[in-house]
């Protein structure tokens, strides 16, 4: 029984089918609408980061998306991905130190430094997603809802 569930939930053959599978971003996260105006995209460079993520990811799907405001208090920008990332090494290359790692609800964060915004990692064996603020100061408690909802809405 527990190979069976295994081999369906994402181990076997349905991991393929599940990793070649599309990503539908939410058109809202955090309260924020999806920003999909095609300047201020090509100005964050939105797009092009998702073509390189799934030329890297071995041709996975990928989306990467902003939340929010360019000119605003509050933005989140996010990347999904088919397929399993090791959160633990991802941080560990990061040069992330113990004391700024935080569980926030399901997800995984990094507070956020002189060098980076915070983050938010989410994983399961079909799907990864990453949720960053793209504001100084936000804190690993109101980006890490920010991961849960949107892994919730794209599994």
Do not use: H, W
Not at 17 to 44: E, V, Y
Not at 56 to 61: A, P, T
Not at 74 to 79: A, N
Not at 102 to 116: E, F, H, I, M, N
Request: glycine letters at 10%.
């Amino acid at each position: 029984m527990l190979a069976g569930l295994g081999y369906f939930a994402g181990l076997g053959p349905m991991n393929r089918l599940n990793t070649a599978r599309g990503i539908t971003p939410p058109a809202k996260l955090a309260g924020l609408d999806r920003i999909t105006d095609p300047a201020i995209r090509s100005q964050l460079e939105l797009d092009q980061t998702r073509d390189a993520l799934s030329r890297i990811n071995n041709g996975k799907q990928a989306t990467v998306e902003a939340y929010g405001n360019i000119d605003g208090k509050r933005m989140f920008v996010l990347i999904a991905l088919r397929g399993k990332v090791d959160i633990n090494k991802t941080i560990k290359d990061s040069g992330a130190t113990p004391d700024q790692v935080k569980t926030v609800g399901k997800s995984t964060c990094v507070a956020s430094t002189d060098k980076q915004q915070t983050q938010c990692y989410r994983s399961s064996n079909t799907l990864t997603v990453i949720a960053q603020a793209a504001n100084v100061g936000v804190s690993v408690q109101e980006v890490g809802p920010v991961s849960d909802q949107a892994f919730d809405a794209m599994k």
